[in-house]
């Protein structure tokens, strides 16, 4: 029951606050150990195939080690001060590891150029959140790479985190972080990080492949609730292209919420100088515009909020069978 009450609160305390610019934050701590562990690591390991898989193996467990170690010690050193210290820093900590408001407030960022009129400046801005190349992309695609990202973070930052803090606790949602973003910073399938990455890449897959499925499913739900998106297209495009991606789990989201709004998204696109083909997500029974921003935004805060009454009720209702036994 402590679980569901830091997490309920910890998602309120982001939708108030996000993450204030300037703020210390777990994940670039997260972000500067893997940097700093991945130059000693390959200076430790030979660099030919099975060399790289050992050093990225290493990599994971011992930033996992770390993370774990850390989250618990700080909650443990809070508990042994005072029980309300230690609720509190509970509640910190969930509102840390939940993403939706820094994901909306950047990714309307993008809108506000567009609307502004200033491409450029949304270039800019998209960059900050996107990690394909920023350069390249018109008009049109710097709009469906916002969309996309808010998409597939509505799991990766919101849904799936919220998943490990309510089975987990903070201790769990932060190691899910900690996986998530070695993923996003080795986990590519390049000359880099083709082997050192794989273990990241695999374990973010595995952690991810669940919360996934029921992001899209929530996804669906809320566009059954919007006036503006439409259920039965988001249920159809996530069932036809749910798949239609290297990951087993990025193009769940994405397919609920271009059926859902009724564009294509994903298509080929460049990353690191290099052209990625890929293939399309959901129908484009019309343009995109800067407006899908707002509605998918929308839809991933009601999402959020239909995961958390689902996750609510599950742990309530557990709680009262046990109590019954």
Not at 164 to 181: C, E, Q, R, S
Not at 267 to 289: H, M, N, S
Request: net charge positive; with cysteine; proline share 4%.
């Amino acid at each position: 029951m402590t679980f569901l009450l830091v997490t309920v609160a910890g998602f309120l305390l982001d939708l108030a606050v996000g993450d204030p610019q300037g703020w210390w934050h777990p994940v670039r701590s997260i972000g500067w150990l893997v940097t700093a562990l991945e130059g000693k690591l390959r200076r430790c390991f030979p660099g030919h195939r099975c060399g790289e898989l050992a050093a990225g193996a290493v990599l994971v467990l011992l930033v996992l080690t770390a993370t774990g170690v850390a989250a618990a010690g700080v909650l443990a050193l809070a508990w042994r001060l005072h029980p309300w210290p230690g609720i509190l820093c509970m509640c910190l900590m969930c509102g840390q590891i939940f993403a939706a408001r820094s994901l909306k407030t950047e990714s309307c960022k993008v809108y506000k150029a567009l609307e502004g009129g200033d491409v450029e400046e949304a270039r800019t801005a998209v960059s900050m959140i996107v990690g394909r190349d920023a350069a390249v992309l018109s008009r049109e695609g710097i709009i469906r790479a916002a969309v996309e990202t808010v998409a597939e973070n509505a799991s990766d930052g919101v849904i799936a985190p919220l998943c490990y803090m309510l089975l987990l606790g903070p201790v769990g949602g932060m190691l899910y972080k900690a996986v998530n973003t070695m993923d996003s910073m080795v986990g590519y399938k390049n000359d880099r990080y083709r082997y050192f990455g794989r273990t990241a890449a695999r374990l973010d897959d595995t952690v991810n492949y669940l919360p996934a499925r029921l992001s899209a499913l929530c996804l669906v739900g809320a566009a059954f609730l919007l006036p503006d998106c439409s259920g039965q297209g988001a249920w159809r495009i996530w069932r036809r292209d749910r798949r239609n991606h290297a990951s087993p789990n990025s193009a769940q989201g994405e397919s609920a919420c271009a059926g859902a709004l009724g564009i294509r998204l994903a298509g080929d696109a460049w990353y690191f100088g290099v052209l990625c083909q890929k293939p399309t997500i959901g129908d484009a029974l019309r343009e995109i515009e800067p407006e899908d921003i707002l509605r998918v935004n929308r839809l991933m805060y009601t999402a959020v909020v239909l995961a958390l009454t689902a996750g609510c009720a599950v742990v309530l209702a557990l709680d009262v069978f046990l109590r019954i036994l």
